[in-house]
């Protein structure tokens, strides 16, 4: 025990000082090679990493099918998944409203197998992947949103295995101001967020401080959300700098979140993450240093304690507060006094320290980079690990490990800059997993007089290590496996864009298909005898994936529709369940229709237009989901002080069901009052 309390304690005092670096890409016009400029960034509000966090380019030259989120995508939500809800091939499966709890897949992948990078640094959640999208920035903050439609094991790290999305915090030019905002809508909904922006002569700093809360759709879905943040940008000639500090802290009813066969749970969980960037550039050179580290602690009650619920008797029962008279049944069934199997909540806390460093070599019409990320990943609890000697009451059991995600990339374009491929071989090395390669590479060509017109390919590994839920989790009908192996995938992706020279159309396909072996999945046998009538962690053996999508996105000058995606995207699996019911693997979107438009209606009024359809895989979940919002904002006052906002959201009042039993919001409204401050 001595040597994890001390190397947690180091990492916990890590996460709350000023010396935590992080790798990230700077936006940055161009890069001057012994007297040739290259342009590295030709949209610099919108540059993408197309799942490699090597550098930037125009999404038109992306080797992978990619997604970028416009701003007024991110205007009027309150949370990251609110947004990603609308894009091509992603699914959005939320316990609650409002981004209380969601997670991410992308092309049939679970939700574990997307890896999150903020500002070019991957960020992961090793107790479970339900908790990696509980990112303590709000979108208002977010200066871009890139979703990658494939897997990038080698230059997104461990994680990438279908997908990825990368958030950055604005790098332009900020003005002194700030705003505060007030919400109000359904369900008790209220927010009052505050923000400000200080610019010096070489740093700028952001602030940002809010608070949400609501009453909840059904019983027992309340929820309070509090999140701050502050990220400051330093500019010092050749070298650059970028830290960020966030909270966040979360207390939400969940109902039937993780089982229906125990509806009453309740949570609370807290993330506290420090980074900081360093970034150098030389004549034909440029290198980054990083680190990063991401606590977080987690209380999770199967019976929700507290007045008017579940409150422990002196013989170590959970029991209900009388109804009527009459008590609800405590949490084991009326056995003897002292053998309830529940004996409280759990609790969880976990901490993700990370070093990590790149450096490239600009040379003629090349470029080559080697990059290494190493992290330690550490876990204290009262249900997952090993028992450890000497740990604390409430955290008796822990484990942690070791991951390196390291690679050697060449990436070249022709003299004419039309064919531009590169070829990597990236290693993952985990102390409790051993060792993988993981090669990969990609290839573009431009053809057209304007070379309008871009085809793409790319090939890979990828691989995820199982979470310690997946390794231990034993409570409440689910059963871990401490056998559980890492899973893998096979894949590749070819593509197309057509891009006029205008700049106001483009359009992309692409299919994709991916051999998965060892899935992780959490299963339950359809004719299990008692004993093993539980979820399982398990290994699959091998499913292949396999799907295409086709997104087509315009936009207008002088009209009134002035933007438009219309999308597409199917997906395919060669099984389906047999003999057994599968939570996750084989529960993906099947097939996802997505529109998206913006509006410039009369009286300076702005609007938007969301429409998505969703057909899932599983039989119980046959019918296609149809969701439908709308959203309206104008500025007013002789400065546009002032600016009102309402959403609509599931006009249609779609009553559907995201993951198991979570019952999701019926039609819902909420409205915004938003005031710019003065310097």
């Known amino acids: 025990m001595g040597i994890f309390r001390l190397q947690f304690l180091v990492c916990l005092a890590l996460v709350s000082a000023p010396g935590l670096a992080e790798l990230t890409v700077f936006s940055q016009d161009s890069l001057a090679v012994e007297g040739q400029v290259i342009p590295l960034v030709l949209l610099p509000e919108a540059p993408v990493s197309v799942g490699t966090a090597l550098q930037s380019m125009l999404k038109l030259e992306a080797p992978k099918a990619t997604t970028v989120l416009a701003a007024s995508e991110l205007e009027t939500a309150v949370s990251l998944t609110e947004a990603l809800e609308f894009v091509p091939g992603v699914d959005i499966r939320s316990r ?18 997307t890896a999150l990078l903020v500002n070019g640094v991957r960020w992961s959640a090793p107790h479970t992947g339900h908790h990696l999208m509980n990112v303590p920035i709000d979108p208002e903050d977010l200066g871009h949103v890139e979703v990658v439609r494939s897997g990038s094991g080698a230059m997104a790290g461990s994680g990438a295995f279908a997908g990825s999305v990368h958030l950055q915090t604005p790098t332009g030019d900020v003005t002194d101001g700030g705003s505060a905002a007030i919400e109000m809508g359904s369900f008790g909904w209220k927010r009052l967020r505050l923000h400000a922006d200080i610019k010096g002569t070489h740093a700028t700093q952001r602030f940002s401080l809010s608070r949400a809360e609501t009453k909840g759709h059904v019983d027992n879905a309340d929820a309070q959300i509090t999140r701050a943040m502050w990220v400051s940008d330093w500019d010092q000639g050749s070298q650059r700098w970028k ?180 070829l990597t071989a990236g290693a993952n090395v985990n102390s409790r997993f051993g060792q993988q390669f993981l ?98 962690a398990a290994n699959l053996s091998a499913i292949d994936f396999w799907g295409a999508d086709i997104a087509g996105t315009y936009q207008w000058e002088g009209t009134i529709l002035r933007r438009a995606r219309l999308a597409y995207a199917w997906i395919e699996a ?98 915004s009052l938003i005031f710019d401050l003065d310097s």
Not at 96 to 113: L, M, V
Not at 456 to 467: I, L
Not at 485 to 495: I, K, M, R, T, Y
Not at 582 to 608: F, M, N, Q, R
């Open 96 to 113: 609650g409203p409002w981004g209380i709890q969601s997670d991410i897949s992308i092309r049939g992948g679970s939700f574990e197998q």
């Open 243 to 422: 830290m960020m500090v966030a909270l966040e802290d979360k207390a939400f009813g969940a109902q039937n979140f993780y089982t229906s066969a125990y509806p009453d749970q309740f949570e609370t969980t807290q993330a506290a993450i420090a980074q900081l960037n360093w970034e150098c550039t030389g004549t034909n050179w440029r290198a980054s240093a990083a680190a990063h580290g991401r606590y977080h602690r987690d209380r999770f009650e199967l019976y929700r304690e507290g007045s008017g619920w579940y409150q422990e008797t002196e013989d170590g029962f959970f029991v209900r507060n009388p109804l009527d008279g009459v008590a609800d049944a405590d949490t084991a069934g009326l056995y003897a006094p002292g053998a309830s199997w529940y004996t409280g909540a759990n609790e969880h806390r976990s901490l993700t320290a990370a070093l990590n460093g790149k450096f490239q070599w600009y040379r003629d019409q090349s470029v080559l980079t080697f990059s290494a990320d190493v992290r330690e990943e550490m876990i204290q609890s009262n249900r997952l690990g090993a028992e450890i000697d000497g740990a604390p009451a409430m955290y008796p059991r822990g484990d942690q490990r070791t991951n390196l995600d390291a690679l050697v990339s060449w990436s070249g374009r022709s003299e004419s800059g039309r064919l531009v491929a590169s």
């Open 439 to 536: 090669p990969s590479g990609d290839i573009r060509y431009r053809l057209g007089a304007d070379e309008e017109y871009v085809f793409f390919a790319s090939a890979g590994r990828s691989v995820r290590h199982p979470s310690f839920t997946d390794l231990y989790y034993n409570v409440g009908g689910a059963q871990g496996s401490e056998d559980l192996l890492p899973e893998f995938a096979e894949q590749a992706e070819v593509g197309a864009r057509w891009a006029p020279q205008s700049g106001r159309f483009m359009l992309e396909t692409s299919g994709f298909t991916r051999k998965g072996k060892n899935l992780i999945d959490w299963i339950k046998y359809d004719q299990a005898v008692p004993a093993m009538d539980v979820y399982q």
């Open 574 to 671: 060669d099984q389906k369940p047999q003999e057994f019911t599968s939570i996750y693997v084989l529960d993906y979107l099947k097939t996802k229709v997505d529109v998206v438009t913006d509006w410039a209606l009369p009286a300076d009024v702005e609007g938007a237009i969301r429409y998505s359809l969703q057909e899932r895989s599983q039989p119980s979940a046959s019918e296609p989901v149809h969701l439908l919002g709308f959203s309206l904002q104008r500025e007013w006052g002789q400065q546009n002080q002032i600016k009102t906002a309402i959403r609509l959201n599931n006009v249609l009042n779609a009553q559907y069901l995201d993951v198991g039993q979570v019952v999701q919001p019926g039609r819902n409204v909420r409205f």
